[in-house]
Each structure stands twice: as structure tokens, then as C-alpha cells.
């Protein structure tokens, strides 16, 4: 039995860090004409909770940084798979998607093949790692970039960009009101190219995944700071797009010449809205930050950072 390994590489301080799960995502090519279906079914919670973690964990304060002074934050984002989206009807069967329950329920339709697992574990991790620095007229620059480069059989770039600006200061009467009250627009892009040569079959063709995904947020977003502590809160409009590709030739006894080729992309977009809250405690030139998003009915969130800098 293959199966196909997913490396979703990111990015810490100390260097490149990687979030990977075995999944049996090539059995359902022995479903035949369906098998697109049901691997696009399997896959889409990575989807959609791989574009959700792009648009955390760009702040812990709605206050923009002073001209000129600077923050490197890094930590981890994780998105919780809702129910709804653990699991998907094969026929008469309740089958498991990548997050869903570890356990098989009868086998993949006209074959003797057990439908695949899920994890067991409904959280999909992002690592972050960014950079601000304040600029003019109470407005902060957020940037995450990390170069295309070829890691072993790995491509894998990424780019985001925010920008946060104070809009108190333009409502009358608000300037001295004791909260910081900002927009925070971000963008970010991110991509993978995998091709692994355990994967590869006796005819010497490479089974190659392709993984890319945007995402967009605009938050209005509410800050108090106390002597070491920030609470802070807000509202979240977010889109993100997604789209993975598999390509090469898979082993199949269900075909008579035991390989098939396959080249299929699969696609996932969406908007959500978000209820944002969290803390922040700041000890000289470091702080820590916690903070949760609920997304009524979506992909909820929760975040855990490290800063340093100049705040």
C-alpha cells in the first residue's frame, strides 16, 4: 500500500521547521472514476485550516510601534477542524477526511480496499515568524517573507505583508481616550512543491504534490495596556484560497496494468468572519502573547507567541 507524505514546510527563528502526516489519500485511486471526489473530500479541511493559519497571529496590540522602533515575533497558529468538516459520506459509510476520526468504516465502493484513516487529531499547525517596524503617522509595516529555495526534493516559499494604523486619531475627541484603536490589513502567500524519491514507481516517474495557498484579513481591532500587561480584542473579515495538485503514477491493482497516471488539482476558497480576543505580557525587550479566534460555524483559531524587540 502507498502513501503519500505532506510536508508542510514553514519557518521559526532558529530555522526551518516542518509539520508533516502520512496520509493513504493514494488508496482512493482504486475507487476509479470517484476517486477525485473522495480525495478532494479527504483533503479539503488541510485546505481550507492551511489558508486560515495565514491570516494569525499578526498582532497582540492595537497600538502601531513608535517611528522607527521594531519587533521579530515568532510562534505557532493553530486552526481546529470543525465536525462538520471531519467527516464525508462514501455510500452507506461515514469515511474520515485527513482530521477526522482514526478509524475505517467498511471499504472503498467495488474494491477490496479499506477506506482510509484520519488523524484522530481535529488541529492543523502553522509555525509564524515576523518581522514590524513603525513608521509615519501611527501606522506599522508586518512583514513575514521567506525566499523560494530548494530544500533536499523541497520548494517552498512564502510571503506575507500588514500593515496597522491608528484610526483614533482621525475621529474628533477620541485622541486622549485611554485605548488604541487600529485597522490591520495583511496579506500572505505561501507554496510547496514536494517530489520524493521514495515515491517514485519501477517505471522511474516522479508522484510530485503541489501545494499553494493565499490568504487576506481586515481586522478593526481594540487595545487597553496596563503597567506589563496589553488585553486586546477585535473583529475579523478574512478570504483565503487554496489549491493542491498530485501528479504521477500510482500504484493500483484495480487497473490491470497495476499503475495508473494521474494529474488532479483540487481547490478551496472561502470567506469567514472572526471574533477575536487575547493577552499580552510584556517583561523589557520581551513579551508574550495568547489569543483566540471564534468563527461561528468555521475553522476557530488559536495562537501563542514569543516577541522581542523594541516596542
Known sequence: MRKITLILIAFMMTGISCIYAQKDAVDYFTAGSNAKTY??????????????????????????????RFTISTGLSVSFVPSSDQTFAIGKYTASTMFGPNTSNGNIPNTQTPIPKGDGVSLSPLPL??????????????????????????????FGLGVKHDIKQWIPGW????FSL??????????????????VDNKG???????????????????????VATIY?????SHNSTDFNISGNFAT?????????????FNNSGNQFGINAGLRLKAGFFAFNL???????????????LIFGMF
Open 175 to 178: 485622541k486622549k481616550m485611554p
Open 129 to 158: 515568524l515576523q518581522g514590524s517596524v513603525g513608521l509615519w503617522k501611527h501606522t506599522e509595516l508586518m512583514i513575514r517573507a521567506y525566499p523560494n529555495i530548494d530544500i533536499a526534493n523541497y520548494k517552498v516559499g512564502y
Open 253 to 265: 491493482v484495480s487497473h490491470g496494468l497495476g499503475y495508473m497516471h494521474e494529474d488532479m488539482t
Open 233 to 237: 480584542g477585535g473583529l475579523r473579515l
Open 205 to 227: 516517474a516522479a508522484q510530485t504534490l503541489k501545494y499553494s495557498a493565499s490568504g487576506w484579513g481586515a481586522n478593526l481591532v481594540i487595545s487597553r495596556k496596563f503597567t
Open 39 to 68: 480525495i478532494g473530500n479527504y483533503v479539503e479541511p488541510l485546505m481550507a485550516s492551511f489558508g486560515h493559519n495565514l491570516n494569525n497571529g499578526w498582532y497582540s496590540t492595537a497600538d502601531p510601534l513608535n517611528l522607527g
Open 182 to 199: 487600529s485597522f490591520i490589513g495583511t496579506f500572505a502567500n505561501a507554496g510547496l512543491t514536494l517530489t520524493d524519491p521514495l515515491l
Open 291 to 305: 489569543d483566540g479566534v471564534l468563527a461561528p460555524g468555521g475553522y476557530s483559531s488559536a495562537t501563542l507567541g
